[in-house]
Structure formats: structure tokens, C-alpha cells
């Protein structure tokens, strides 16, 4: 298991790229009443919708480069940090995808070798993209589109997995928001076998209300999880939470992250670990941005 993984687990199964199904002909979100009472048909529908805008806002979200800092503490029996660690990378667009590059580790610069192993991964990719010829290009189009489409049925489950409850208003940096909380249905059934860990967590949700977009999200692990082949097990109590900003009043992107997991791999010990990942300078990609090599850019400044 490598090293951010256990801590990753809990973000990968509850911030999918996107959950939706067809968007409905009208936005529920501007016929609510301005009184904090929805009906559970009228908040899945909401549901339905923020999910349909996710999958517009995750197209949107390649366009942006950014600094990405993940900060990971290791705890031991009594919860107490025995060691930290942390991880700064760049992130950057690549043949309209965003790819990730090392640039320190412990808020130090990488070390010649390491420098020189991430300009040999982005040279690599570099190449990849670009001798890709019409079929290989046909097939990854194919393989994306497959991803959204597994995104739009998973949302039908999303929404049929919970008994949600509006339990009111809140204003995040200037923008009201609802502020829903789900609790899983004792009565559901999953269709889709990645549905079936959704009864495992419960979360509240801050929505805004003019955009109908995700702002905020707090998940809780109310179960042990297990996990793919290795038999990883999410403990109960794991949590995740989750906050957006809005960019260029055109785009949601990630500002914070923070992740709390107990997890155990096969019969490993337990990985007892918290991380914390920050979001920055944020900037609109340019087709003529020119990748150059992170020696460079220290030599700029």
C-alpha cells in the first residue's frame, strides 16, 4: 500500500467525479419556498440537479492549474500524531487533461534525483498525448464517456439510499446555502454494485441556492467498509469533509479537504491516519502555457 492510499480511500469512495441522471426540465432549486421545508421528492430532485451540474463543473475544472498541498499525520492507539508528513504538487493541464507534478516534500524543494524522476513522468506523458493516434484517442473519449455515463445511474441510487431532511440555511463566504442532512434508508436496495457501500455513511450537505452546486460536504463512516481485492476495511468513525469556492464566477473548485480514516489492509495493522489537503493559486489554463521544467521556474524567481 503506498503512501497516501489509506487515507485516500475514504475520499475515493465519496467524492466520485460526478453523480447524476438526466437533468429535469425545470431547476427545482428556484420554485423552492424561501422557508427551510422540502419534501423528499423535491430534495432528491435538487439532488438530481446539483449531480448534473457537478458533471458541467468537473469539464470546467481542467481548464485551472493550481497548487495542491497534502499534509498526512500518522496516530497512534490514543489518537496522539507520532509523525507527519506532507506533500506539495503542481498541477497542471496536459493535452486537456490536469496531470500532477512533485514539486517539495515537507515544504522542502525535491532533491535533484526526485526533480529529475518527475520531469521524466511528465516527459513521458508529454510524448504519450502526443503521438496518440485517432483510435487510441476514440478509445480513452470512449472510456471518459463511460465514466460520466456509470455517474449519471449511480446518482439514482444516491438518491433512493437516503431519507433527507432540509434542516435549514446557511451563508458560506457571501452565498446562502440549504443545509441538508442524509440519513440511509433502512428499506434500501442497491442495482449497482458500488452502491452498495452507500449505506454506510450518512453526510450533510450545504447546497447553493442560486447555482445549485455543491459547496460543502461532511461524510461519516456509520459502518466498517471493505474494499477491492486487498480487503481494505474503512472503519466506523472515518469522516470527510469537503469544501468548495467559486473561481472566475464561472467554476467551482476544491479550497480544503480534510480526511480522518482507521483503516486495516488484509492483515496488515491499522493505518490510524489524518490528512489535510489545501488548494491555491488558482489560474485559467492558456493553450500557448508552456510546461517547462520545475529548474527553470526556480531560476525565474
Known sequence: MNRSAASLILLALLSRPALAQNQPAENPARSLPAAPQLSQDQIRALIRVVADKDIENDKKQ?????????EEHKLDADGKVKSSESRTSEIMVLYGEQVRRLIAKDDKPLSEKD?????????????????ENEEQRRKRLETDEKDREDARNFVGEVADAYNFRLIGTENLDGRETYVIEAEPRPDFRPHLKDAKILPKFRFRAWIDQAESQWVKLDAECIDTVSVGWFLARIHKG?????????????????????????????????????????????????????IVPVGELQQQH
Open 62 to 70: 481542467n481548464d485551472y492549474t493550481y497548487i495542491q498541498r497534502e
Open 115 to 131: 526533480a529529475a524522476k518527475e520531469e521524466e513522468k511528465i516527459r513521458k506523458l508529454t510524448d504519450k498525448r502526443k503521438n
Open 238 to 290: 472515518s469522516r470527510l469533509l469537503i469544501d468548495q469556492t467559486r473561481v472566475n464566477d464561472e467554476v467551482w473548485l476544491p479550497r480544503h479537504v480534510a480526511v480522518k480514516v482507521d483503516v486495516r489492509v488484509a492483515l496488515l495493522k491499522n493505518f490510524n491516519l489524518e490528512a489535510d489537503v489545501t488548494y491555491r493559486d488558482y489560474k485559467k489554463f492558456r493553450t500557448d502555457t508552456k
